[in-house]
DNA sequence: CCTGTATTAGAGGCCTCTCTCTAAAACAGT
DNA sequence: ACTGTTTTAGAGAGAGGCCTCTAATACAGG
């Protein structure tokens, strides 16, 4: 009933991540998106209100595919130490997996121009949010974690020490060691172990 | 002998850092740092070479304020432990005392356009780094880190652990809590007690 | 006061990017 | 074959940013 689409969304979006991912937000232009998967610039004006809604595409994307597996991996294990742990491994396997889509998790959405995006996309945004901080927050309750500093503490050593690890290598452009998941989740285990200490 | 100038380096890296703090480096644009200073285009390109030249003196001021008091910090105390934790706490503050410069740090040198710097550029930022990883290293050796993995830890909970903590805030535009100090040096005590042990 | 120099002042060209608009193309169902 | 719909295809306007260039300006020293 219509003509094939040559350049489907995802394929544009793939485009946009590899852009992204070295040469940071700002290369993600919409004529080098066009550009590199060989299509004429209406075609991703066809995809994408504009340029906006492009970045938030990537962000949310990149994002959920992220968060998807991270809610399933702080829920996986009913002793809350070995799911911290566990969580923290998935962390750096992820990023081992899908290099690119990492470093554009090293960016925060204000790179991808979140004050001017949709509606639509900053609920898409929030929604994600409010589900991974709900299961850091059951996790918090497990582990006695009740005052602000403790539950920052743990969000360190879930997410922001694991990313920092991967930070320092997709950063330099390097892959990641192969001893970076047991490292790790080294230190996400001792920063657990002397939480209840203090 | 001359005319006085209206507008001198410092303020005009002021202004674009101040850019660079709220809106990335991207906002970075000769024309926007003229504007934030009052000045005509002209003056800015009277002071620096050209964007990628600005962009490097906002990067290499940034981090070498930075790191000035790093290094310092890292042979403050001859027990390593405690200079270790002394360090810690340095990044916290530093960050505290000077927003926006964190805002900054918080980015690479490639998104202020490494890439494409001069070469006195690159080989200045090479000298800071070189400097700050000599005293990295001699902290490593007095902890008995040998292997890679026992030096990154170290490194992660020296400098990037802190900087976690600082960016999960500034990002956010909040300041940093009043507890800041005292759980990123726990978070580092824990990381190197815990060291040895394994 | 006159001269030399560093700086301001801003107009204007060039380039890139965003976005719009029109026309053509390719296919499914009748 | 015809129709309707989606998509490709690309030209072109408008805006903004980088950079250059020339003229004017303000001061120190003789």
Known sequence: ???????DTGQLLDAAV??????????????AVAQAVGAPSGSVY??????????AEVWLRTTEHFQEGCTAALGSDPDPVRAACATARYVVAWSRAHPEEAAVLLYGARDFGRAEWSAEHTARAESGNTRLFAAVAALAEAL??????????L???????????VRRHVRGGRPLPPYAEDLTEQCTAALLRDMHAV
């Open 1 to 7: 009933m219509a003509r094939p689409p040559r350049f």
């Open 144 to 153: 006695g974690a009740t005052d602000d500093p403790a539950r920052e503490r």
């Open 46 to 55: 066809h995809r994408f209100a504009g340029r906006t809604a492009l970045l």
């Open 18 to 31: 590899r852009l992204a991912a070295d040469g940071g937000p700002a290369a993600v232009t919409m004529a």
């Open 155 to 165: 969000t360190l050593a879930l997410v922001d020490l694991p990313m920092s690890l």
